[in-house]
């Protein structure tokens, strides 16, 4: 085996020092006198003597401490049970986790208690000592609910260190009794619908015309021409795309006429085959409004009419005097007598403000009877777009806010009070909601800018914890949730991507929307018809008036 020669310089270099020293104390020794060998035994004689002495007297001391260490041990064995001396002694050696979760869980227990006893302050004091606050039963209620499940947490966390595995716990036992759920769903009580077939002649027609604000109005519009179509035993035609918006796009069509189980609506294509022998044309013009203009039609809209082809060769009509700013109540009756003709094809415009029978137009399902739960609701693609979307980024338990500010500051304060709520205000109301709802995240459907929403997010807290305001994001082609509108080619669409918003916030399990806005009350129609309408449901700062309004220009 060979050597390593930088190991053998290694020791070297390690031993010679210690050689060289050895060697140095022996030349700076002093000179002593030279002993004789005599007197170097006897030296060595008495050291060795000496040194067996003390050996001895070691071993017997050792001897004697043993043998007391063992009459000790044995003394305290007769004494002592031998269990307790062992669990003592091995208990102040080492730390017991027992202890250590049990102080854990006071301390946490400690805590909670302490919000207990100020949410049950202030209870009180919103109660019994002030009722001028006037706070529902409902929210009564809630906190009640909430206290009672905090101290079942208490009681979990007190409880817990003690628990072994065959634990079945009792706790458990009264908490169905107490359960409250603030948010729960509002029984639409359908069994209670009024409602009339829609049995159309297969020869007469209604042409739709909307014209008043945009997709959401025009919606609520189309909702209300299938109650006239229905009360004058009509087929609806639905507006061309050329001369109003592209329905089959954000909604289904054809599923309205599988709800009837009959052939109720068609589109202005089919409506224009079927009248290719006697020339597509409209036989009657009936305005619903006289004031301040006639059917809310111009010349211009009439122009886009004759230019799909479409012969009217009729002046506009009203059948009484109607004010689109003050809407008188008509009955099913007035209608049927006021719209009712022989003639094949009859527009009726617009009838957006109308307010007929308005307790059969706001029921869920609306006014007339079919076996679906809602007759005008988004289309397949943007339904499943909407499903993927709350399965990718918000589950099952989430908030929606309707968050309208573009073009709302002016709208909102011609009216009184105002609706248009500073953005740190407006943060407050959200997060009472949030609170009282445990939402998890809030789905944020809006048209502000970045730097509302970014303020706006920085302020949503509750317990002390930011809130998550989740937007739709940039299209990312890792995200997989849009597919199938790109792949059907209707991505970046506005209108598309406005329902998609609708559809969401109609999926939510609370709702916040903002008064005066048809985009909220479509989705309050949505909520309603699929019973997804919660008790928590509610227009921002609901009852509240803005904290600081603008002078008028």
């Given at each position: ?84 001396l ?16 049990v ?31 006037n ?41 169905t ?49 299938m ?28 599923k ?13 294509d ?42 009217i ?5 009203a ?79 989430f ?78 082609a890792?995200?997989k ?45 949505l ?11 509610e ?15």
């Amino acid at each position: 085996m060979e050597h390593n020669s930088s190991d053998d310089e290694e020791d070297h270099h390690h031993l010679i020092p210690q050689n060289e020293t050895r060697n140095h104390h022996r030349e700076d020794r002093p000179t002593s006198t030279t002993t004789s060998p005599r007197s170097a035994f006897q030296i060595e004689n008495i050291l060795h003597r000496v040194q067996h002495r003390w050996k001895i007297s070691f071993n017997n001391r050792y001897v004697i401490v043993a043998v007391s260490i063992t009459l000790l041990i044995g003394l305290l064995f007769l004494l002592t049970d031998p269990r307790e001396l062992f669990s003592a002694n091995l208990s102040s050696f080492k730390l017991d986790p027992l202890s250590n979760r049990v102080k854990e869980s006071e301390l946490r227990a400690l805590y909670l208690l302490r919000q207990q006893h100020f949410s049950l302050l202030s209870l009180w004091n919103g109660t019994l000592v002030n009722p001028s606050l006037n706070q529902s039963i409902e929210d009564v209620k809630s906190a009640v609910s909430k206290q009672i499940s905090l101290n079942k947490e208490i009681q979990e966390l007190l409880l817990s260190p003690h628990r072994t595995g065959n634990y079945s716990g009792g706790v458990e036992a009264d908490s169905t009794i107490y359960s409250y759920d603030r948010c729960r769903k509002v029984d639409q009580k359908l069994s209670d619908r009024k409602t009339i077939e829609w049995k159309p002649r297969s020869d007469k027609f209604l042409f739709a015309i909307c014209l008043s604000g945009q997709m959401s109005n025009h919606l609520i519009c189309l909702e209300k021409h299938m109650f006239f179509a229905a009360l004058l035993d009509r087929v609806l035609v639905i507006p061309s795309s050329k001369f109003d918006y592209q329905y089959d796009k954000v909604i289904d069509l054809e599923k309205i006429n599988t709800c009837l189980g009959r052939n109720v609506v068609v589109s202005f294509d089919q409506f224009k085959e079927n009248a290719k022998k006697n020339h597509p044309r409209i036989d009657r013009f009936i305005c619903y409004f006289s004031l301040p203009q006639l059917c809310y039609v111009d010349e211009e809209h009439i122009k886009k009419l004759k230019g799909l082809g479409i012969s009217i060769d009729v002046k506009l009509e009203a059948p009484w005097s109607e004010d689109i700013k003050k809407p008188s109540k008509r009955t099913v009756e007035e209608v049927q007598r006021s719209f009712k003709s022989d003639d094949d094809v009859i527009a009726i415009g617009d009838v957006f403000y109308a307010d007929m029978e308005q307790d059969w137009v706001m029921q869920p399902g609306g006014p007339i009877n079919h076996k679906c739960k809602t007759l005008v609701e988004p289309s397949k693609l943007i339904l499943l777009t909407s499903q993927r979307f709350i399965q990718t980024f918000l589950g099952k338990s989430f908030i929606a806010l309707h968050f309208r500010r573009h073009g709302f500051l002016k709208f909102c304060n011609a009216k009184s009070p105002s609706c248009f709520y500073p953005i740190p205000q407006a943060a407050e109301c959200i997060a009472r909601i949030v609170e009282r709802s445990n939402g998890a995240v809030v789905y944020l459907s809006t048209d502000a800018a970045e730097s509302e929403t970014s303020l706006l997010q920085s302020l949503v807290v509750v317990d002390g914890k930011i809130v998550p305001l989740v937007k739709r994001p940039q299209r990312n082609a890792a995200e997989k949730w849009d597919a199938l509108l790109y792949r059907h080619g209707i991505e970046d669409d506005s209108q598309v991507d406005a329902m998609l918003d609708k559809t969401i916030c109609a999926m939510s399990s609370v709702f916040i929307g903002a008064s005066g806005s048809t985009f909220t009350e479509d989705i309050l129609r949505l909520r309603k018809d699929w019973g997804t309408s919660s008790m928590c449901d509610e227009y921002l700062c609901r009852g509240e008036e803005p904290n600081f309004i603008a002078e008028d220009e």
